[in-house]
């Protein structure tokens, strides 16, 4: 006996049963703020990536009789922490804050 999440019937005698497995490549980008890249990396490490429990067969289109098994993902690789830029105030109005990517990533301002 195959298993299979396809339903058959009478109607189905005769018909072959396929199986074809996809590999697909994910890539998922998220930023976080963080006092330095050390903090960033644990912070990634430890809140970040794919949450598993939603890997499910509901990413997957399932018509006309095509059924889906199994879906995974594997972790493979990942790119170094970029600093992508500072959150500052503006000089003009305190109460307006933004990223600037101008800034650097460490100054003589920065708390440790």
């Given at each position: 006996?195959?298993d299979?999440?396809?339903i058959i019937?009478k ?10 497995t996809?590999y697909?490549t994910?890539?998922?980008t ?6 330095d890249?050390?903090e960033?990396?644990?912070?990634f490490?430890d809140n ?23 879906v ?5 690789d ?10 500052v105030?503006?000089?003009s109005d305190e109460?307006d804050?933004y ?14």
């Amino acid at each position: 006996m195959t298993d299979t999440n396809i339903i058959i019937t009478k109607n189905d005698v005769g018909k072959n049963l396929y199986r074809k497995t996809t590999y697909y490549t994910l890539m998922v980008t998220q930023d976080v703020l963080a006092k330095d890249k050390d903090e960033a990396d644990n912070l990634f490490i430890d809140n970040g990536g794919i949450n598993h429990s939603e890997i499910t067969n509901q990413i997957t289109d399932q018509n006309n009789g095509v059924e889906t098994l199994f879906v995974d993902a594997d972790y493979q690789d990942s790119s170094n922490t970029d600093y992508i830029g500072k959150v500052v105030e503006d000089p003009s109005d305190e109460d307006d804050i933004y990223i600037d990517d101008l800034e650097p990533e460490f100054n003589t301002n920065d708390k440790e």
